[in-house]
């Protein structure tokens, strides 16, 4: 399916995960966990995570679904989350030990080059899978992570154009500021928005009889039961709304905010939060006997 693009930002090139994303992450983690909770929840759904399996959690974040499959693979299975962020896996690790789930280890990595001591019958990614600089090489040496005919589960984001909670927030700063456009296929959130080319990453790197369906739902911006106010300050902070305003000034960027805020409030359910629409492919695929 070929999606026809919109000029809208999406992550940059060359993003600093292994540093600054890393670190803004973490500082807004209970917000950004409680915005894609429903999205981690119809993942593991799809992928049905099984008692005994051993599981790979790539780019693994702060933690928290490879802490959801630790109890669902039980004490005979176990989970190994994997991310660039030394800060998100020092988090991961507290999270884990607070917990007490000891099935469940964390691992400071490049996924690109990650080589376990053993493989893995399931490998899960919430939204870890979509920055690879080369992606086919890195699906590739991910594909020898998994045992023969092991299973990989991805959510990723769909099309900016389905995606309201980026675009209306891209079109108040479109107001303010020139946006840069977007580049295809580039590192970033949007990376694998077409299917088409997210199918053939996958088919070079060495998996088959891949399934994509879509999932679309509102999500809480800025987290579960937030309010307008606190949606904006968390876009200025943690989003990309944020990084665009780094290098304004201080009235430009108010006016931002005040703008961001008004948009936020014509989405507001009390006792809800922000709830804003988005869509995100979730995908299944195996790995090919012949690669290994």
């Known amino acids: 399916m070929q999606n026809t693009r919109i000029d809208l930002p999406t992550a940059p090139p060359g993003e600093d995960w292994a540093g600054e994303m ?8 209970d917000q950004f966990e409680s915005m894609i909770a429903p999205i981690g929840s119809a993942l593991l759904a799809k992928a049905a995570i099984g008692s005994g ?24 299975g176990s989970v190994t989350g994997i991310d660039i962020s030394p800060d998100l896996v020092g988090q991961a690790k507290k999270r884990a030990e607070a917990a007490n789930l000891r099935n469940v280890q964390f691992e400071y990595v490049d996924a690109a080059i990650y080589r376990p001591r053993a493989t893995f019958d399931r490998m899960v990614s919430r939204f870890g899978s979509m920055f690879f600089p080369h992606p086919v090489e890195a699906f590739r040496n991910l594909h020898g992570c998994l045992t023969s005919g092991g299973r990989i589960d991805l959510a990723v984001w769909g099309p900016p154009r389905d995606n309201p ?5 891209m079109g108040v700063l479109r107001r303010h500021i020139e946006v840069p456009p977007a580049v295809p296929r580039a590192p970033g959130p949007f990376a694998f928005e077409d299917t088409d080319y997210l199918a053939s990453v996958l088919i070079e790197a060495g998996f088959t009889d891949i399934d994509i369906v879509s999932y679309e739902g509102l999500q809480p911006i800025g987290g579960a039961g937030g309010t307008p106010g606190s949606a904006m300050n968390f876009a200025m902070s943690s989003l990309a709304a944020g990084r665009l305003m780094e290098d304004q000034t201080e009235s430009l960027r108010l006016s931002v905010r005040d703008d961001l805020q008004t948009m936020f409030a014509r989405h507001y359910t009390e006792g809800r939060g922000v709830m804003m629409a988005g869509k995100v492919w979730l995908v299944t695929a195996f790995a090919s006997p012949s690669r290994h």
């Not at 890393?22 to 983690?29: E, M, T, V």
């Not at 909670?165 to 927030?169: N, R, V």
């Open 165 to 169: 909670w980026m675009m209306e927030m």
């Open 53 to 76: 399996e051993r599981v790979l959690d790539l780019g693994c974040g702060g933690g928290a679904t490879s802490l959801e499959m630790g109890v669902l693979v039980g004490p005979t």
């Open 22 to 29: 890393g670190a803004r992450w973490l500082a807004g983690i």
